[in-house]
Structure formats: structure tokens, C-alpha cells
């Protein structure tokens, strides 16, 4: 393989990666109905044809960006639920399940914010070819969730438990979003935040 070609294939992964962090920028702040070809290309110094060439369409951009934003909330709580005790309690199963996803709706650094945003936006549009896309990723943990809590609760349906856990994902998904970021910054600032959070989940699910 010669240089040349070693060149090449070096400056494309490279404006793969600006264009894929252009994108993630724009919809962290824009929301997906701001993310335009035009707009990624010209934050990404490259032309519109980059994209299509790389990613295809803007749908499968923005697609890429929801998969590469969720990837590491989902693999975190999987890893969660993976530790905890044989017969965990409700309460376990949802702070496992709950806190990877916590941590990126309140935010802490602007890396959390940003996921947050683009896993909040993403869970409320009412875009197919997006919710799918999360849906999917998202199957694994939320699925673990609603078998742990069976066992936890007996005698709570499956299809309360299932609506339960709905509903937190529905109000994870606002918060995350940054909607909410002005009554947010009113929160006491002597608590933790993620803590009252997270309790206020475990009361919804298990009262």
C-alpha cells in the first residue's frame, strides 16, 4: 500500500470525525430539526458531498450520532445490572438502570450535558428512523429492568412494571433534554442532585 494511498485514507477518516463532531455539537444544541447538511459541513470545513459520501444521508448522520451518543449510557448500565447481587432489590435494579442516564441528564461536564441533550431530544422526537435507532440500543438494559423488577415485585404485573419504567423513561428523557434547565438551576444547592433524582425515581416505580 503506498503513502499516497495511506494519505488518503488517513484524511478521510479524519474529516469523518469532524463531520461526526460537528454533527453531535449541532444536535446537542440545535436539535435535530437545526442540524442541516449545510450547517455540519461548514462547522466541519468540509463540503456537503463529505457527508453523503461518508454517512450516506443526513438521516444516517444524524442516526450515527444518536448510536455513538447512547452507546456508552447503554453499555454502562448493562455493566451496572451485571454487578449487582443475585436476588437484587427494586430499588438496586432501578439505580443501576437509572444512574448511568442520570448522570447525563444533570450533567456535570459539558460532555454530559451534550449526551444528555442528544439522548433527551432523540427519546422525544417523533422521528422514526431516530427512535428506532435508540429503541434498539436501548432494548437490552430496559428489557433486564422489567424482568428484575418481576422478581423483585411479584405482585405487581408485568404490564404495571412495564408502564412504571415507561413513565421513567418519559421523565428521564425531559430532564435530559435541557427543557428543564431553569427550574434545575433553582435545585438546593446543598443536595446532591443526582441523589434526590434517582430517589424520586425509586419512589415512583416502587409506591
Do not use: C
Amino acid at each position: 500500500m503506498s503513502a499516497k494511498t495511506d494519505g488518503r485514507r488517513a484524511a478521510g477518516a479524519e474529516t469523518r470525525r469532524r463531520l461526526l463532531a460537528a454533527a453531535t455539537e449541532l444536535l446537542a444544541e440545535r436539535g435535530e430539526s437545526g442540524l442541516t447538511l449545510r450547517a455540519v459541513s461548514a462547522a466541519a470545513e468540509a463540503n456537503v458531498a463529505a457527508v453523503q459520501y461518508h454517512f450516506g444521508s443526513r438521516e444516517a448522520l444524524v442516526a450515527t450520532v444518536v448510536a455513538e451518543a447512547s452507546r456508552p449510557v447503554v453499555e454502562a448500565q448493562l455493566a451496572a445490572l451485571d454487578a449487582l447481587p443475585t436476588a437484587p432489590t427494586a430499588a438496586q435494579l432501578i439505580e443501576a438502570w437509572a444512574h448511568p442516564l442520570i448522570r447525563v441528564a444533570v450533567g456535570t461536564t459539558a460532555e454530559e450535558r451534550r449526551l444528555g441533550r442528544i439522548v433527551g431530544q432523540t427519546l422525544a422526537a417523533p422521528l422514526e428512523h431516530l427512535d428506532v435507532r435508540l429503541r434498539e440500543l436501548a432494548t437490552a438494559p430496559t428489557e433486564r429492568l422489567i424482568a428484575g423488577l418481576e422478581r423483585a415485585l411479584p405482585d405487581v404485573g408485568r404490564a404495571e412494571l412495564t408502564l412504571r419504567v415507561a413513565l421513567l423513561s418519559s421523565a428521564l428523557a425531559g430532564f435530559a433534554s435541557g427543557a428543564f434547565e431553569p427550574w434545575v438551576a433553582r435545585s438546593d444547592p446543598e443536595r446532591e442532585l443526582e441523589a434526590r433524582v434517582l430517589d424520586r425515581l425509586v419512589r415512583l416505580t416502587t409506591t
